[in-house]
């Protein structure tokens, strides 16, 4: 890790100057890639907030699955249901019915939305949201504009 750092800090030029990180978006069927900077990294794992929440709400559908599975869950499950059907006895109706459906009543057609193109080409793309400008990676975060040192690659010059 230490020789990383050295070669980041050998390779920057002047401190004003904003270093980007390199992330790849880890939610499930994302996979793009976005920069950080080093001031607004925090171990970010998602490309957007929108990501983030997909990925939380995926976590949780799996932790509810395993619980509903294990001994427990079904017990949880089971007094939920008995309420259910308690409270379902309990409110019972007492409105009138509705009236019998007119033999001459008009049916309206269904309205279809005109479909909308979500492929370039007949091919999916994959998005990058890291330059929308001219080829400049910027921060997600906080939006400023750097450059990004790959920290895998030698110095030039050595």
């Known amino acids: 890790m230490a020789v990383v750092q050295s070669r980041l800090r050998a390779r920057m030029e002047p401190a004003a100057e904003v270093v980007l990180r ?18 607004c990294d925090r171990g970010q794992q998602y490309c957007s907030d929108r990501c983030r929440e997909k ?3 995926e976590q949780r559908r799996a932790a509810n699955r395993r619980h509903q599975q294990s001994p427990e869950g079904r017990l949880d499950h089971r007094d939920r ?6 409270r379902q006895v309990r409110a019972r109706v007492t409105d009138q019915a509705s009236r019998a459906p007119s033999a001459t009543g008009n049916i309206p057609l269904p309205v279809f939305a005109p479909p909308v ?30 450059r990004f040192i790959n920290p895998f690659q030698p110095p030039r010059g050595t």
């Open 22 to 39: 390199q992330r790849f978006c880890r939610a499930s069927k994302c996979g793009v890639v976005f920069w950080i900077c080093q001031r």
């Open 117 to 146: 193109a979500t492929e370039e080409g007949g091919q999916s793309s994959l998005r990058n949201i890291a330059s929308p400008g001219h080829g400049v990676p910027y921060c997600v975060i906080c939006g400023q504009p750097g």
């Open 81 to 86: 249901q008995r309420a259910y059907r308690q």
């Open 55 to 57: 990925a939380r709400r």
